[in-house]
């Protein structure tokens, strides 16, 4: 069991039956009441967003997780598949499970929540930012710069992404995989 005190960001808690993953979550003292916290959870098995919100001191249900490296190997249409790097087994995840699948590269290492209770796979965090090339965008147009434009862009994955004009196809970007935006161009 934790407390409203103990909450962060990837806990992972059972609620309502199910078990959810905190995104957000903010402690919220007013001047005059009790204190709070406002949380945003993901279901992990669903990946539907719920907001919560919970009194100081209420006790939850934690769940007890465990990190694992695991290589993302394929996407078959409805199941991601992973391969563990330690012991090499594979598993295979619903799209729900993941954050931003759009922006997974094939052979890329990923983190994987393992619950320990029956060693199901939770959710699959991927790293601050990816690299990715660009396959398709419109070419920007000279002294169309003067605010900040963004156009849509195609990635090497098939994910979209708005990138400012002077991005061009061929040119390697950074995306942040929390927001799935455009972080940086990468030269090399």
């Known amino acids: 069991m934790v407390t409203t005190s103990d909450i962060r960001n990837g806990l992972c808690l059972r609620y309502n039956n199910d078990i959810y993953k905190i995104i957000e979550f903010l402690h919220v003292k007013p001047g005059k009441g009790p204190a ?7 279901s992990v098995t669903t990946g539907k967003v719920l907001d919560n919100t919970f009194s100081a001191g209420h006790k939850l249900e ?15 249409g409805e199941f991601y598949h992973f391969m563990n790097e330690a012991d090499y087994t594979q598993i295979r995840l619903l799209e ?6 759009g922006l997974m590269k094939e052979g890329e290492v990923v983190t994987v929540l393992i619950n320990t209770e029956d060693n199901s796979p939770l959710s699959v965090d991927l790293p601050a930012s990816v690299i990715l090339e660009i396959t398709a965008t419109e070419p920007g147009v000279k002294g169309n710069t003067a605010t900040n434009a963004t156009k849509p862009a195609t990635v090497e994955t098939g ?20 927001k799935g935006t455009y972080k940086e161009r990468v030269k090399e």
């Open 36 to 42: 709070f916290v406002r949380t945003k959870m993901k």
């Open 62 to 76: 934690d769940v007890r997780v465990e990190t694992h490296k695991f290589q993302y190997l394929y996407n078959d």
């Open 159 to 178: 994910a979209t992404v708005n990138v400012p004009l002077f991005i061009n196809e061929g040119d390697k970007i950074k995306v942040e995989t929390a």
């Open 96 to 101: 729900a499970a993941l954050d931003n699948p």
